[in-house]
């Protein structure tokens, strides 16, 4: 800084026409001044006014480079890009966010950064807003001006790594973070709950059930105890998603239902999008599914998403939209529906590409090109066993064996039931290739 400040100090002396004996008048001395130029000495508060005043400029300009009035300027456009952003105009905000990443403030930039790493995660780009969030984390620690908060930053590398198919390195930061905010004292907070519900997301998507519902039931006891309604919300949430994989649907339900009446009002309308595409879901596994339910979630859900814009959840969204219209028997428009999800998503949100890819090759399997349907639920459950998202992989083997069952291929469908299996931890380790049975056992 120093420097800097100095050039440009030099610089308006030397515009008005001054010496160093001039500008330093009784205030400091003609070296001291020289020393300011040069760089060698970083002047007082009161030192460095006294100086602006004599050149006929602010102080935050001698430091910045940026005038007052450049710097009201550049917060309007901030909060220009912050409404772009909020009302679905995803690349306008983005363009604005990348000019005012260039300005010399620092307290600008990283607000625009912060609004950047938005921008990229609502356009699917996971990897380029998880890098720009991991630079923000020092200036967050620092307190900088400009900086977003602590935890937000740390709940949203959690939830960003998850989203992006990175699911060990997700549940790392998860818990670092975690950690981080015992540290500060701020357990038993909202800030605390949220990031822990967030967590349970993240071990539930490798398919640590355990792990998951023991956390679930800690954040859970805290936000009952905080009493707010977010808290409550954030906490019940993620517990109904992990309820749904233990096959306890009532009580996933129950959950979304509480969590979708506590957050209606609070939460922003992506999150609340987002949900309801969720439990969407848990509603077309029911017994039998409710179909018309989940579509006037699905619909509801669909009208915010395209209204903003947000790819990657238009993506999941299209996906259970594609489900439902297989559950109803409209094949070809399921096909249509979830090929388009997939196009959406494709390359750069590898977990959503697969979940749309799977119901993709449900539909095309019912469709009557069963060889082709498989290949692409064979493919895309082996992608998230390679995620270990165990849990979702030995689902969609479970799903392609039913339906080639119902169109009467019996023969492929015992391998997809094996590999459900396998995924869920249930091996055949006691038979081996050549044993045979010689005596029955009385």
């Given at each position: ?31 001291y ?35 007052p ?35 010399p403030?620092?307290?600008?930039r ?24 991991e ?5 967050a ?20 790594y998850?989203?992006?198919?990175d ?26 709950i ?29 936000a ?37 009446a ?18 969407a ?60 999800a ?55 083997y ?6 080639l069952?119902?169109?009467?291929q019996?023969?492929s469908?015992?391998?997809a ?20 049975v ?5």
């Open positions: 800084m120093g420097a800097t400040l100095g050039q440009r100090l030099r610089a308006l002396r030397k515009e008005q026409g001054l010496s160093q004996s001039d500008l330093a008048g009784d205030m400091v001395s003609p070296s001044v020289s020393l300011i130029e040069s760089g060698q000495r970083s002047p007082e508060r009161e030192v460095l006014q006294g100086l602006a005043r004599r050149l006929g400029c602010s102080a935050s300009y001698l430091e910045s480079g940026v005038a009035e450049e710097v009201t300027e550049q917060r309007l456009k901030l909060q220009f890009a912050e409404i772009a952003l909020a009302n679905g105009s995803t690349e306008e905000a983005h363009q604005q966010f990348a000019a005012l990443a260039e300005v403030n620092p307290e600008i990283l607000a625009a950064e912060w609004g950047l790493a938005r921008a990229e995660e609502n356009l699917g780009n996971l990897r380029g807003a998880v890098k720009r969030v630079g923000l984390l020092g200036a620690r620092s307190g900088v001006p400009g900086a977003p908060q602590l935890w937000n930053l740390l709940m949203v590398r959690c939830r960003m998850r989203d992006a198919g699911f060990a390195r997700s549940i790392e930061v998860g818990e670092q973070a975690l950690k981080e905010l015992h540290e500060l004292g701020l357990e038993g907070t909202e800030e605390e949220k990031l822990g519900s967030t967590l349970v997301g993240a071990y539930w998507t490798r398919g640590d059930l355990f792990s998951a519902q023991e956390l679930a039931g800690q954040v859970i006891e805290r009952e105890k905080l009493g707010t309604a977010t808290a409550r919300g954030s906490a019940y949430w993620n517990a109904s998603v992990v309820a749904a994989s233990r096959g306890q649907l009532a009580v996933a339900l129950d959950l979304a239902t509480k969590t979708l506590l957050l209606s009002e609070s939460s922003d309308d992506r999150s609340l999008a987002r949900m309801r595409t969720t439990y879901k848990f509603l077309l596994r029911c017994d039998p599914p409710r179909v018309d339910e989940a579509e006037a979630q699905l619909d509801r859900a669909y009208e915010v998403l395209s209204e903003m814009g947000l790819e990657p959840s238009l993506a999941r969204c299209e996906t259970e939209r594609a489900r439902s219209a297989m559950v109803r028997g409209d094949v070809a428009g399921a096909v249509r529906l979830a090929e388009h997939a196009a959406r998503c494709a390359p750069t949100d590898v977990a959503d590409f697969e979940h749309a890819r799977i119901v993709w090759g449900l539909a095309l399997v019912l469709s009557g090109q069963a060889e082709l349907g498989a290949d692409y639920v064979n493919g895309a459950a082996e992608r998230l066993e390679e995620l270990e998202s165990h849990v979702e992989a030995a689902q969609a479970r799903d392609l064996a039913e339906a069952l119902q169109v009467g019996t023969d469908a015992i391998p039931l094996r590999r459900a299996a396998d995924c869920a931890g249930a091996r055949a380790v006691w038979v081996r290739p050549g044993m045979a010689t005596e029955a056992v009385t």
